[in-house]
């Protein structure tokens, strides 16, 4: 039996649309041993909505491991496996559910058949089940990680940023991924490319440079957050009212619905929920920590 903690993660952080991405001290646990046949045990966040069979997204990604790992296992290969998740990742709240859901499961088998694949190899594998790196990339290799989606797979490099804290405003709605993206625009202005640039470049130094000052700048956006708020009623309001408790910047939280804050002055989380509860929303805080281990194996037996 294998069994691998895997952390939530906060994705774009503002400009870093699809590039960026930062793990969070908050986690799914999961273990997975060989069975005759497929069983799914889930508790925690989504015990109610996941599903118990093999379309379950961690057990697809545990067959996919295997199938690729193929003859390079060291071990027999199980023809099917006993999951059991305990979750405490809300779902669909821009946290990474589905990447953790993704490398808990991969990671696990691959544990499990005696490791054949190499972080690369399982980076680029849950990246294809995701449809882009910038939450599975932290989710398995902690800390805070660019990356970029190449023909050729994944190029990314991890950095430790300064030691930070956070809030994380989590509304009592969901948002879907494929929802947020639709929403895009196909083209935008130049000079709201250039925003971007700019500020995504300055997000990097500030966090891996001990400058959390200039998040306020560097966690603005023009190609995502302004398309999205529409899903997000009162996301403009929660964000000023983080920056107006002492954070240093705030940004959409992946695609949403949650919103994270940099900064841990304590009147940060009832600022951000009180902005959501006027906008008509319930809402919960979660103070967070960055995690810098990523996805690890805890325990083999």
């Given at each position: 039996?294998?069994?691998?903690r895997?952390?939530?993660t906060?994705a774009?952080?503002?400009?870093g649309?699809?590039a960026?991405?930062?793990?969070?001290?908050?986690?799914?646990t999961?273990?997975?041993?060989?069975?005759?046949a497929?069983?799914?045990?889930?508790?925690?966040?989504?015990?109610?909505?996941?599903?118990?069979?093999?379309?379950?997204?961690?057990?697809?990604?545990?067959?996919?491991?295997?199938?690729?790992?193929?003859?390079s296992?060291h071990?027999?290969?199980?023809?099917?496996?006993?999951?059991?998740?305990?979750?405490?990742?809300?779902?669909?709240?821009?946290?990474g559910?589905?990447?953790?859901?993704?490398?808990?499961?991969a990671?696990?088998?691959?544990?499990?058949?005696?490791?054949?694949?190499?972080?690369q190899?399982?980076?680029d594998?849950?990246?294809?089940?995701?449809?882009h790196?910038?939450?599975?990339?932290?989710?398995?290799?902690?800390?805070l990680?660019?990356?970029?989606?190449?023909?050729?797979?994944?190029?990314?490099m991890?950095?430790?940023?300064?030691?930070?804290r956070?809030?994380?405003?989590?509304?009592?709605?969901?948002?879907?991924?494929?929802?947020?993206?639709?929403?895009?625009?196909?083209h935008v202005p130049?000079?709201?490319?250039?925003?971007?640039?700019?500020r995504?470049?300055?997000?990097?130094a500030?966090l891996?440079?001990?400058r959390?000052d200039?998040?306020?700048e560097?966690?603005q956006?023009?190609?995502?957050?302004?398309?999205?708020?529409?899903?997000?009623p009162g996301f403009a309001?929660v964000?000023?009212?983080?920056?107006?408790?002492g954070?240093?910047?705030?940004?959409?939280?992946?695609?949403?619905?949650?919103?994270?804050?940099?900064?841990?002055?304590?009147?940060i989380?009832?600022?951000?929920?009180?902005a959501?509860?006027?906008?008509?929303?319930?809402?919960?805080?979660?103070?967070?920590e960055i995690?810098?281990?990523?996805?690890?194996?805890e325990?083999?037996?």
């Amino acid at each position: 039996m294998i069994r691998v903690r895997v952390p939530a993660t906060s994705a774009n952080l503002g400009p870093g649309f699809d590039a960026v991405g930062i793990a969070l001290r908050l986690y799914n646990t999961l273990t997975l041993e060989p069975a005759a046949a497929p069983q799914i045990e889930i508790q925690g966040e989504g015990e109610r909505a996941l599903p118990r069979d093999p379309t379950h997204l961690a057990y697809r990604a545990a067959v996919a491991v295997v199938a690729r790992a193929g003859s390079s296992a060291h071990v027999p290969v199980p023809g099917a496996f006993r999951l059991r998740q305990h979750n405490r990742i809300p779902l669909a709240r821009g946290l990474g559910s589905s990447a953790a859901a993704i490398l808990g499961g991969a990671v696990a088998a691959n544990a499990l058949v005696g490791g054949p694949l190499d972080s690369q190899a399982l980076l680029d594998l849950a990246t294809e089940m995701e449809g882009h790196p910038d939450n599975v990339a932290p989710a398995l290799l902690g800390g805070l990680v660019v990356c970029a989606r190449t023909q050729d797979g994944v190029r990314w490099m991890r950095l430790t940023p300064t030691r930070l804290r956070g809030v994380v405003a989590i509304p009592d709605y969901a948002v879907s991924t494929d929802e947020a993206r639709r929403l895009l625009p196909a083209h935008v202005p130049f000079a709201d490319a250039v925003f971007n640039v700019t500020r995504t470049a300055l997000l990097i130094a500030a966090l891996s440079g001990g400058r959390p000052d200039l998040l306020r700048e560097a966690t603005q956006d023009r190609l995502h957050q302004p398309y999205r708020e529409r899903l997000i009623p009162g996301f403009a309001g929660v964000v000023a009212a983080a920056r107006q408790a002492g954070a240093y910047g705030a940004a959409l939280s992946g695609s949403g619905s949650s919103v994270l804050a940099f900064g841990d002055a304590p009147g940060i989380g009832d600022a951000m929920a009180a902005a959501f509860r006027a906008a008509g929303a319930g809402c919960r805080t979660l103070a967070v920590e960055i995690d810098t281990d990523g996805t690890v194996v805890e325990a083999v037996a």
